[in-house]
């Protein structure tokens, strides 16, 4: 198993462009979650997805976008790059109603905005 | 809205000390992760705690979690330099698919 995998690693965008970052796991994970990591700030949830079509927003949704449309695969949008949005971004799964596994983490993409 | 809160942030330890790292939250939850980050890392679990008493050990880190008084400790016995990372804690409150995480305590341990 390869776990979640995340690309790109690493990646320069100008202010207004946009791009999406992939994520995909091969665990049968029904959970998948986006969290964005800033300094001094732990982690924050973006969004997430209790299965395949289903997604929510969770603490700092604004500016990103998702689906779902299989198991596998959780695609993070950002639809108009700003500044702000420069971070590390890290997917997560985890089985469903799992509270006794914990989320795995991918590698991370490491995305700056000029 | 649920609040989770890291103590020390920074932790400078000498080899061989104990210590404690405390993540206190706002909310009722019964279920608390403890992760590892190593600088340019992804994070690692290190603990699941699910209920009231729980304590759980991993060679040197031990956790427990009081679900009433709304923490959970991180306790680090004879620090080796390997324990060097930065830890968080993360509660949630549904069924695993949304955490919430303090603000992570960087551990140096000194020679």
């Known amino acids: 198993n390869a776990g979640v995998t995340q690309t790109p690693k690493f990646q320069v965008l100008k202010t207004g462009q946009s791009m999406t970052l992939q994520c995909a796991q091969d665990m049968n994970h029904e959970y998948m979650s986006w969290y964005r990591q800033d300094p001094g700030m732990g982690l924050r949830l973006i969004h997430y997805?209790?299965?395949?079509?289903?997604?929510d927003q969770g603490e700092v949704p604004n500016g990103y976008n998702v689906s779902r449309s299989t198991t596998e695969d959780f695609p993070l949008r950002l639809l108009s790059a700003a500044p702000s949005q420069t971070s590390v971004y890290f997917c997560?799964?985890?089985?469903f109603g799992g509270g006794n596994q914990p989320q795995h983490f991918g590698d991370g993409t490491r995305l700056s905005i000029l | 809205e649920l609040k989770v809160e890291q103590n020390p942030l920074f932790l400078s330890m000498q080899e061989g000390k104990n210590y404690t790292i405390y993540c206190n939250y706002s909310t009722t939850s019964d279920r608390l992760y403890w992760y590892r980050q190593d600088p340019g890392k992804s994070l690692e679990s290190l603990f699941v705690l699910l209920s009231n008493g729980a304590v759980k050990q991993e060679g040197r880190l031990m956790a427990s979690l009081d679900t009433k008084a709304r923490l959970s400790t991180l306790h680090i016995t004879a620090a080796v330099h390997d324990l060097s990372a930065t830890y968080f804690c993360a509660v949630d409150r549904t069924s695993g698919s949304r955490l919430t995480f303090g603000e992570g305590t960087q551990l140096t341990v000194n020679p």
């Open positions: 997805s209790v299965g395949a079509g289903i997604t």
């Open positions: 997560a799964s985890s089985l």
